[in-house]
């Protein structure tokens, strides 16, 4: 199962569809290209490389383009099938039905550079829509399905959208959340997957007749085609600004790495609103023929029962999925014999876990880790030699570093630091946000992860810790200074610090530490009900709530969550 698609990238080119792109044109480009016939992936001043060879990258294909090219070639193949309903695209459906959702939207008024948001768990209809909107030239954003209508207010007055898709379901906390005058928005038009009163249905665009098709200028190095949000390092969720060229470049450094094409049958369990689902799985498996079976999220039985009626033999999940599949009973009755390999991303993969994994399925499923951010497309890293606790090389057309955090100076093999990355598919930038944008990434294109790591000889990366204040809860996101700033409005709270405690299930638990006002009955229970009305149920106080004298702060009023961790756990 380590076998490589090889120079599928390569075959795209043509006289005037082609440029090479191997990141900037600095000595480290230098290295890149000697490496390319060596077989070391470390270079003398400590830059981590590929393994492979970098492959030609087009500058000038936006990213529908490439996608059609392929739904030419796979033509009458299955594409994509709602496991639950049977509901399925052939890959000619999925160009011929977004071509008619672009000449829809054009005749409503929507032009390059609009902004349209998708509010939906996982549907078939999403990646006709997102192909349509690359199509059109218009920003594409997604939103967490479990958003409140707060969370959705605030990511609509954000962005600017002026469209929302939706789910019959989620209509309500859709009109809620146009109705909040705290974030005011500019959305014009209702659409939904369905059907209900006062909302257009989607069908009603895929029932146009595809003549106004627009004919769109894209600059694909320039031109953004999908906005998702990400709380980055730290801080409140922010716009990241992903180009054509960024998503077709890890599209096309994705299948370098990960053997998949027609015969693979892959599991779309992953929420298509995060990257790792956007990209990683959606775009990176049908580009190859591969199939897809969505689900809209999980549920044991059904998770189970989908990956052995379809014979799913590649799913990508996240670390609490592959605890489930490690120690939960239930799984013995189903037959999942055809799954050959599972690739696990969004958090850490212990390695306890990686071998217990192992041990039930006696080896027969290769498990890999693959390491990414959303400001990087997603994926930096892939595991394609199945080493517990590493989360790979890095991908082609990548470098890597591990820099001490106080002198930004490379490190060698073994000592641990911050891991940085550089690659065509770092984002283009933060959405309104360029302060965020240069805290992250150097000048020089060198991106700051966050993420406190170490490599070895090889060049296989291993993260270890997060320098970043982010909270991973079973992969999500969850931005301490966002339950801050929530709970220092309540009238009974002084001061506050959130968070995240260790958990062998979920990875980390939001934690609070609350200083009472003077004179306060607050308590614990009634602090974490205050949070549960107002967030999406990934954002629960799950890990507790504490009360405290004082919230230990550095001289400029940072948070010192490190003497909070030392203290109090």
Partial sequence: MRRFVLGQARRLATSDMEEVTLLTRTRHQQLVLRHASTSSSVSP??????????????????????????????????????????????????????????????????????????????????????????????????ANPAFTAEELSRQLNDCSSKAIFTIPAFATTVKDALNNKQFPNKVQDLFVFGECPGFQPF??????????????????????????????TTGMPKGVMLTHYNCLANCLQVIESVSVGKSDRCLGLLPLYHIYGMTAVQFAALQTGASLQFLPKFEPETFLRCLQDKQITLAHLVPPLIVFLAKHPLVAKYDLSALKMVISGAAPLGVDITQQFQQRFEGKIVVNQGYGMTETTPVTNVDTTATPGSIGNMVVNTLGKIVDVASNQALGPGEVGEYCVKGPQVMKGYFKNKKATDDMIEPDGWLHTGDIGYYNKDGLVFIKDRLKELIKYKGSQVP?????????????????????????????????????????????????????????????????????EDIPKNPSGKILRRVLREKYL
Avoid at 481 to 493: F, K, M, Q, W
């Fill in 45 to 142: 001043d400590n830059i981590i490389m590929s393994e492979r060879r970098d492959i030609h990258i087009p500058r000038n294909l936006a990213f529908h383009q490439y996608f059609y090219s392929k739904c030419d070639e796979f033509k009458d193949i299955t594409a994509s099938e709602d496991f639950l309903t049977g509901r399925k695209y052939t890959f000619l459906d999925l160009k011929e039905k977004s071509i008619k959702v672009a000449s829809a939207l054009t005749r409503k008024g929507y032009r390059k550079g609009d902004v349209v948001l998708a509010f939906t768990p996982n549907t078939i209809d999403f990646t006709v829509l997102m192909l349509a909107c690359a199509a059109t030239g218009l920003w594409f954003s997604a």
């Fill in 203 to 232: 069908q009603s665009l895929i029932d146009d007749d595809g003549k106004a098709f627009p004919d769109v200028d894209i600059n694909p190095v320039e031109d953004v085609f999908t906005l998702p949000y990400s709380s980055g």
């Fill in 480 to 548: 301490p200074a966002e339950l801050e700033a929530l709970l220092l409005g309540h009238p009974d709270v002084q001061d506050v610090a959130v968070i995240g405690v260790p958990d062998d299930q979920a990875g980390e638990l939001p934690k609070a530490f609350v200083v009472k006002k003077p004179g306060s009955k607050l308590t614990e229970k009634e602090v974490a009900r205050f949070v549960e009305e107002r967030v999406s149920h990934t954002k629960k106080l799950r890990g507790g709530v504490q009360f405290v």
